[in-house]
């Protein structure tokens, strides 16, 4: 026979190899896919409300690793019981009836019951390509590489839920990927260490490699700075994440900008904190910009590329009269740095951002640092409202 190879790429997905065997002599044909990639990070759910035919005529990847569920019939096709393929929900179906019906005629001959029951579960089977009830699909691949078509893509299907989770130490294994035995570092080790993962460049999705390292900042907290670096179109980038827990309070953080040697102050900005300039009537909302380690002028001066590159603010879509404000705006914020006397406001209802005393363990004059309660808004946003870390345990078991 024959085996064609190709290479191709499925929208929204990735790139996998389709093989298709042909014998001319008998007539038999087979198809199967292999993943042209890695194997990623995490492992991928998909769950799927069948209701309608169409929903039957979806695109799947099923690798070899993959399982298949159906809870509605407490039917599953194990991991590596079949190959790799690329079909439709009601073709999945139909590999299952065909290969149930295989050893038919032997279960027959040996066991009449074993061989009624499976005749019935095959007519279930197939009732369930009628669609006359909506029934649940359960594609579940540790691997992280199979797929089930979104017809509405870009879009959100509401029809179907993608889960992506951790594999365990047992999954781990049964794809053939080394399991780390040795106890996690201590937090002392950490300090001490720069620790390197593997990843893939943002921009050009080559292979790169971060570096993560634990930092103390005096008279605050523990930090986690994370820098990436790409060596194959030089991107670079860094984010800050916190150290340490939610603060009780949040902080609001006002200094007065009164010489240029406050450009040099360092600051710490997580994604929580919102910045503010009164005096150029300038808000950057919590989010923006990410967690940064910086100095107030690194900030400043992410603060005016954000603004300059923006193609709806000042590239071809913008307006005279918008450009021409912007502009002002960005000239004005390069006079803060020590031209212009202004307030530069950072308020965190996380409480984890930071702004250097150079004073310290003395008062700034020129720093106020404020604590306040949060409102059940910034709660909510933060997901403190429906968390309970105290009195959750349920009563404990008889006998226990």
Same mark, same amino acid.
């Given at each position: 026979?024959?085996?064609?190879?190709?290479?191709?790429?499925?929208?929204?997905?990735?790139?996998?190899?389709?093989?298709?065997?042909?014998?001319?002599?008998?007539?038999?044909?087979?198809?199967?896919?292999?993943?042209?990639?890695?194997?990623?990070?995490?492992?991928?759910?998909?769950?799927?409300?069948?209701?309608?035919?169409?929903?039957?005529?979806?695109?799947?990847?099923?690798?070899?690793?993959?399982?298949?569920?159906?809870?509605?019939?407490?039917?599953?096709?194990?991991?590596?019981?079949?190959?790799?393929?690329?079909?439709?929900?009601?073709?999945?179906?139909?590999?299952?009836?065909?290969?149930?019906?295989?050893?038919?005629?032997?279960?027959?001959?040996?066991?009449?019951?074993?061989?009624?029951?499976?005749?019935?579960?095959?007519?279930?089977?197939?009732?369930?390509?009628?669609?006359?009830?909506?029934?649940?699909?359960?594609?579940?691949?540790?691997?992280?590489?199979?797929?089930?078509?979104?017809?509405?893509?870009?879009?959100?299907?509401?029809?179907?839920?993608?889960?992506?989770?951790?594999?365990?130490?047992?999954?781990?294994?049964?794809?053939?990927?080394?399991?780390?035995?040795?106890?996690?570092?201590?937090?002392?080790?950490?300090?001490?260490?720069?620790?390197?993962?593997?990843?893939?460049?943002?921009?050009?999705?080559?292979?790169?490699?971060?570096?993560?390292?634990?930092?103390?900042?005096?008279?605050?907290?523990?930090?986690?700075?994370?820098?990436?670096?790409?060596?194959?179109?030089?991107?670079?980038?860094?984010?800050?994440?916190?150290?340490?827990?939610?603060?009780?309070?949040?902080?609001?953080?006002?200094?007065?900008?009164?010489?240029?040697?406050? =450009?040099?102050?360092?600051?710490?900005? !997580?994604?929580?904190?919102? /910045?503010?300039? @009164? *005096?150029?009537?300038? $808000? #950057?909302?919590?989010?923006?910009?990410?967690?940064?380690?910086?100095?107030?002028?690194?900030?400043?001066?992410?603060?005016?590329?954000?603004?300059?590159?923006?193609?709806?603010?000042?590239?071809?879509?913008?307006?005279?009269?918008?450009?021409?404000?912007?502009?002002?705006?960005?000239?004005?914020?390069?006079?803060?740095?020590?031209?212009?006397?202004?307030?530069?406001? =950072?308020?965190?209802?996380?409480?984890? !951002?930071?702004?250097?005393? /150079?004073?310290? @363990? *003395?008062?700034?004059? $020129? #720093?106020?640092?404020?604590?306040?309660?949060?409102?059940?808004?910034?709660?909510?946003?933060?997901?403190?409202?429906?968390?309970?870390?105290?009195?959750?345990?349920?009563?404990?078991?008889?006998?226990?």
């Amino acid at each position: 026979g024959v085996t064609r190879l190709l290479l191709t790429r499925i929208p929204f997905f990735k790139e996998i190899i389709v093989s298709s065997f042909s014998c001319d002599s008998c007539s038999w044909s087979n198809t199967e896919i292999q993943s042209a990639g890695r194997i990623q990070e995490q492992g991928v759910r998909y769950t799927l409300a069948v209701t309608s035919r169409q929903d039957m005529n979806r695109e799947v990847v099923k690798t070899d690793c993959a399982s298949a569920r159906i809870p509605e019939l407490d039917f599953e096709i194990p991991a590596f019981s079949q190959k790799g393929v690329l079909t439709t929900i009601e073709g999945i179906i139909d590999r299952a009836v065909a290969g149930l019906e295989q050893d038919q005629p032997a279960r027959r001959a040996v066991d009449k019951e074993v061989a009624r029951k499976i005749d019935d579960f095959i007519g279930k089977l197939r009732q369930l390509k009628e669609v006359n009830s909506p029934f649940t699909f359960i594609l579940d691949d540790p691997s992280g590489n199979s797929f089930v078509e979104n017809p509405h893509a870009p879009q959100r299907d509401e029809a179907l839920v993608v889960t992506h989770y951790r594999r365990s130490p047992q999954q781990s294994a049964m794809l053939g990927l080394e399991v780390d035995a040795k106890p996690p570092d201590t937090a002392e080790d950490l300090r001490d260490e720069v620790l390197q993962f593997n990843t893939n460049c943002p921009e050009c999705n080559a292979p790169a490699s971060t570096n993560m390292k634990l930092v103390q900042i005096p008279h605050f907290k523990e930090v986690i700075i994370m820098a990436t670096n790409c060596d194959s179109c030089g991107h670079r980038t860094n984010e800050v994440k916190s150290g340490g827990a939610i603060e009780p309070q949040g902080t609001r953080i006002t200094l007065r900008i009164t010489d240029p040697s406050d =450009m040099t102050r360092d600051i710490l900005k !997580s994604e929580t904190c919102s /910045v503010e300039i @009164p *005096e150029l009537e300038f $808000e #950057l909302g919590m989010g923006a910009l990410g967690g940064k380690f910086t100095t107030l002028e690194g900030l400043l001066k992410d603060i005016r590329d954000l603004v300059e590159k923006n193609p709806f603010t000042l590239g071809d879509s913008s307006t005279p009269s918008r450009t021409g404000k912007l502009q002002e705006f960005i000239g004005k914020l390069q006079d803060v740095k020590g031209k212009t006397q202004a307030h530069f406001i =950072m308020d965190d209802p996380a409480g984890n !951002s930071y702004l250097q005393n /150079v004073y310290a @363990p *003395e008062e700034d004059p $020129e #720093l106020r640092v404020q604590h306040y309660e949060r409102t059940f808004e910034q709660n909510e946003e933060l997901g403190l409202n429906d968390m309970k870390t105290e009195g959750y345990e349920t009563e404990p078991a008889s006998g226990r």
